[in-house]
């Protein structure tokens, strides 16, 4: 029996949290089976094995916290074992190529990557060296301790790349390139994992109910979604008002949410928005969205608003907790079964618990991400999973103590 080929993943070093959980949900939107071997925060590097070859090309297309993939011809723990190689069992690969070291805890000078490479005794390639437009690129990736100046890797792989992945959309989709952002526009990178978390496919119903300057929406459409949303703030919706760009006055009149989709290409995908409250939602109870993918507001840098006295228009503060019970509420009426609510939850760290998470007897907790904003606060991304249907009398709840989110706006700005 052959044995199975085994691959190296080297992850983007950011949002540490955020990488395997990307990884295993993407294969579980094209049913793909993997096997990952010893996976860690502290560094980039995973090896996993997949049940087909082709399935690693599926991976490099949509997720946008890995850097490439190689086939791993070669692990080992030390430059010297490397060195001594004879790849056994390897085919070797005709045509030109070019090795390229990636190390990740230690710089290693240009000289010294020169010398290692020269050690190897035997290499299995048949080609000339062209390091402009190689028939192969060839990786070796080294594992230092934590913070270490000089010595050897602990860990070492080698072997060709597969290829790079598709986080040429991070640029692409930038938010300084965009045509209409806000003070709390969520970042592109960001933007995309969610919407890979949410195990978005073409032709899903999603649905943003505070959907700001429509950010999270962008790449849902990208991977061939349709979108709608609402908020209760109805100048970020129209793009009216003063500009947050520098340099800009106000808004130009195509600088909007619709402007952001249509110069993007997105627009058949966008099926517009309204202005509502959310506690007094105008849908209909049912079972309609394949996702709920949004960003509440925390009371920060924007507030969390919403109608009050019935007599006259006004906005009220909608207290954080009320706000994601109700969130919850809303999304085991209206997912599908199967359907996914993905949600940032705004925590103070020393007071957050498990059990201060909000839960709802139809959603399955799946992920919960942490992204560090400081020593005092952090924000956790939500995955849930609706796995029934509402029963008479289910509610939202919160067991523990409500204070990390509940009171989040004041211990925020409290400076003891």
């Known amino acids: 029996m052959k044995a199975q080929k085994k691959y190296l993943v080297v992850f983007a070093h950011a949002f540490e949290e955020f990488r395997l959980p990307e990884l295993l949900t993407i294969c579980e939107l094209n049913n793909i089976e993997i096997t990952e071997e010893g996976y860690t925060n502290e ?20 997720c946008v916290m890995i850097q490439f993939i190689v086939e791993i011809w070669e692990q080992c723990t030390s430059r010297d074992q490397l060195c001594a190689a004879k790849f056994e069992g390897v085919t070797p ?60 890797p602990y860990q070492v792989y080698f072997g060709p790349l597969v290829g790079r992945s598709n986080r040429a959309v991070i640029d692409k989709f930038s938010v300084k390139k965009r045509l209409y952002i806000g003070r709390t526009t969520m970042d592109a990178q960001l933007s995309f994992v969610m919407a890979n978390l949410a195990m978005i496919e073409r032709g899903d119903l999603v649905y943003d109910p505070f959907l700001g300057t429509g950010s999270l929406i962008i790449p849902a459409a990208v991977h061939g979604a349709y979108s709608l949303g609402s908020d209760i703030d109805i100048k970020a919706l129209n793009g009216w008002g003063k500009s947050t760009k520098r340099g800009e006055e106000r808004y130009q009149p195509n600088q909007n949410i619709e402007g952001n989709m249509i110069s993007y290409g997105l627009d058949g995908w966008y099926l517009g928005c309204h202005s509502a409250d959310f506690s007094k939602p105008l849908l209909r109870d049912g079972p309609l969205f394949d996702v709920i993918l949004t960003d509440p507001p925390y009371g920060v840098r924007e507030a969390s608003l919403k109608v009050g006295n019935k007599s006259k228009v006004e906005q009220s503060q909608f207290s954080l907790s009320e706000q994601f019970l109700e969130l919850l509420n809303f999304a085991a009426r209206s997912l599908v079964i199967g359907g996914r609510l993905v949600y940032w939850l705004p925590v103070i760290r020393d007071l957050y618990s498990h059990s201060s998470l909000p839960q709802h007897p139809s959603l399955k907790l799946k992920y919960n991400c942490e992204q560090t904003l400081s020593k005092k606060s952090s924000r956790r991304l939500l995955v849930m999973i609706k796995t029934k249907e509402v029963s008479q009398g289910d509610c939202a709840f919160i067991t523990g103590d409500l204070s990390c989110h509940g009171q989040y706006r004041e211990l925020y700005f409290n400076k003891s």
């Not at 090795?99 to 020169?114: C, N, P, T, Y």
Request: net charge negative.
């Open 93 to 152: 690969l005709p045509g030109t190529f070019n090795i390229l070291l990636h190390s990740f805890g230690r710089k290693v000078a240009m000289q010294e990557k020169i010398e290692l490479i020269e050690k190897i005794e035997y290499l299995p390639l048949t080609g000339d060296v062209d390091c402009t437009n190689p028939d192969h690129v060839l990786y070796i990736c080294e594992n230092y301790k934590p913070k270490a100046k000089q010595g050897e």
């Open 43 to 62: 560094h980039p590097f995973l090896v996993i094995s997949v049940s087909r070859d082709q399935d690693i090309p599926t991976i490099l297309n949509r």
